[in-house]
C-alpha cells in the first residue's frame, strides 16, 4: 500500500537552532497537510499545500511541496520550546493517511 | 463551536470486556475517522466513513474491532473481547471532503 514515510523519526535540538522535517512518497500525493501535536494532546492542522513546488509560510515556519508532488518539507527557524511535539504530513486524496511523524524536542 | 467530542477520555478495563468507544463529529462534516496511537506504531487509520458509509475498513486489527456510524453524529468503536495489546489513544477526527480533519481529544485506553 501506499506509504508515507517521514524522517528523521526524532530530532532534538539545541532552542534557537534550525528545524527541518522531511516527508517522501512513493507515488504521486494529490495534496500534503501538516499537523503538529503536543504532548499529551490531538494532532491539530497546520497548513495545506496543493500545487506543485508551493512554498507557504507561517511565521517562523516554512512549508514546501515539491515539484513532482511526491515529497514536502516542513522548516522550523531559530526553534523554541513551544515549538516541542510531533509533527505529521498527511495526504487526503482517494486515500487518507498520516505519514510516520518526526518527534521534536527542543534543549532550552 | 463545538469540536469533535470522544468520550470516555479514560478507560481502564480488564481483558476480556468490550469496550465502546464514542464519537460526536462536528457538525456538517461527511467523514469521519478513526485512529490508534501508540509509541511503537505511530498514528495508525483504523477506518473511516464517508457520509456514515464505510469506505476503507483495511486498518482494522481484526474481527476483534468493530465501528458503526448509525448517523451523522455519532459513531462507535467497539472492542469485543478487548486484550493488554489493545491498550492505545484512539482518536476520532472529522472532515469536509478533503478538508483539514479536526481531532477530538482521544480516549486513553488501558487494557488490564
Known amino acids: 500500500g501506499q506509504q508515507v514515510m517521514q524522517i528523521p523519526q526524532y530530532q532534538h535540538v539545541q532552542e534557537g537552532e534550525d528545524f527541518t522535517t522531511y516527508c517522501n512518497s512513493s507515488?504521486?500525493?494529490?495534496?500534503i497537510q501538516w499537523y503538529k501535536q503536543r504532548p499529551g494532546g490531538h494532532p491539530v492542522f497546520l497548513i495545506q499545500?496543493?500545487?506543485?513546488?508551493e512554498v507557504k509560510k507561517q511565521k517562523r515556519l516554512t512549508f514546501q511541496f515539491g515539484e513532482a508532488k511526491k515529497n514536502s518539507s516542513l522548516h522550523i527557524t531559530a526553534t523554541q520550546t513551544t515549538d516541542v511535539g510531533t509533527y505529521f504530513c498527511a495526504n487526503t486524496g482517494n486515500q487518507f493517511y498520516f505519514g510516520t511523524g518526526t518527534s521534536l524536542t527542543v534543549i532550552p | 463551536d463545538a469540536g469533535v467530542i470522544q468520550s470516555p477520555r479514560h478507560e481502564v478495563t480488564e481483558m476480556g470486556q468490550e469496550v465502546t468507544l464514542r464519537c460526536k463529529p462536528i457538525s456538517g462534516h461527511d467523514y469521519l475517522f478513526w485512529y490508534r496511537q501508540t509509541m511503537m506504531r505511530g498514528l495508525e487509520l483504523l477506518i473511516y466513513f464517508n457520509n456514515n458509509v464505510p469506505i476503507d475498513d483495511s486498518g482494522m486489527p481484526e474481527d476483534r474491532f468493530s465501528a458503526k456510524m448509525p448517523n451523522a453524529s455519532f459513531s462507535t468503536l467497539k472492542i469485543q473481547p478487548s486484550e493488554p495489546r489493545d491498550s492505545a489513544v484512539y482518536f476520532c477526527?472529522?472532515?469536509?471532503?478533503?478538508?483539514?480533519?479536526?481531532f477530538g481529544d482521544g480516549t486513553r485506553l488501558s487494557i488490564l
Open positions: 507515488t504521486t500525493l494529490s495534496n
Open positions: 477526527a472529522s472532515s469536509f471532503r478533503n478538508q483539514p480533519q479536526h
Open positions: 499545500l496543493v500545487k506543485s513546488g
